[in-house]
């Protein structure tokens, strides 16, 4: 399916987040009442899509975090250094606004999500991702995340696997 022009940008005071439906409340009200407290304390950077000037077509959010060996999956932990924790990037949210879903633009969304983060010259293990339910769970399997063994709403995709292409 061919994905319309969309320009990714970080999100400023232009953006119109005031019409953005993803059809998830929580996700909207997040994009309309919390991020900008969020991005000014530095807990998150958003990152949107805009269709045309100034709509927001979709969005991400990313962050530090760190993942502890423990929950990883035996066989990727023991490949780890022993230390109890590995440095990761987590996007916390991700939606699509409804009329712009099925064009391919989420998964652009999360492609750049990908790049940006085996691109920062900040070492991370991989990109850990929080599914909101089972569907959007669904979504990042079919993009290659591993679920965490004891949590099955918590996926990550380590960022060697990206620098190798
Ligand atoms: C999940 C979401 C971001 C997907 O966005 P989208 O723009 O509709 O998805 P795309 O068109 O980019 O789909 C890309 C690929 O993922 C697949 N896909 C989409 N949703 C899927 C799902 N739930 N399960 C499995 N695969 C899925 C598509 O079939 C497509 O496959 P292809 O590239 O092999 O053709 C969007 O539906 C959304 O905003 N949902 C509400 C919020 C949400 O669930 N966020 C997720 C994390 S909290």
């Given at each position: 399916?061919?994905?319309a022009p969309f320009r990714?940008?970080?999100?400023?005071?232009?953006?119109?987040?005031?019409?953005?439906?993803?059809?998830?409340?929580?996700?909207?009200?997040?994009?309309?009442?919390?991020?900008?407290?969020?991005?000014?304390?530095?807990?998150?950077?958003?990152?949107?899509?805009?269709?045309?000037?100034?709509?927001?077509?979709?969005?991400?959010?990313?962050?530090?975090?760190?993942?502890?060996?423990?929950?990883?999956?035996?066989?990727?932990?023991?490949?780890?250094?022993?230390?109890?924790?590995?440095?990761?990037?987590?996007?916390?949210?991700?939606?699509?606004?409804?009329?712009?879903?099925?064009?391919?633009?989420?998964?652009?969304?999360?492609?750049?999500?990908?790049?940006?983060?085996?691109?920062?010259?900040?070492?991370?293990?991989?990109?850990?991702?929080?599914?909101?339910?089972?569907?959007?769970?669904?979504?990042?399997?079919?993009?290659?995340?591993?679920?965490?063994?004891?949590?099955?709403?918590?996926?990550?995709?380590?960022?060697?696997?990206?620098?190798?292409?």
């Amino acid at each position: 399916m061919s994905i319309a022009p969309f320009r990714l940008a970080l999100l400023d005071t232009q953006h119109d987040r005031t019409t953005f439906d993803s059809g998830s409340e929580p996700l909207n009200r997040y994009l309309r009442e919390q991020v900008s407290q969020d991005i000014r304390r530095r807990v998150t950077a958003c990152f949107v899509a805009l269709a045309g000037e100034n709509r927001i077509a979709g969005y991400y959010t990313l962050a530090s975090t760190s993942m502890l060996l423990t929950e990883l999956p035996a066989s990727m932990g023991k490949k780890l250094p022993r230390y109890p924790t590995v440095p990761a990037i987590r996007m916390g949210r991700l939606a699509v606004d409804q009329e712009f879903k099925g064009q391919g633009l989420g998964g652009a969304l999360l492609a750049d999500a990908l790049d940006r983060s085996a691109r920062s010259e900040i070492a991370a293990y991989a990109l850990m991702v929080d599914a909101k339910d089972k569907i959007a769970a669904a979504f990042y399997r079919h993009h290659g995340f591993i679920a965490l063994p004891d949590s099955p709403l918590i996926l990550f995709l380590p960022l060697a696997t990206i620098q190798s292409f």
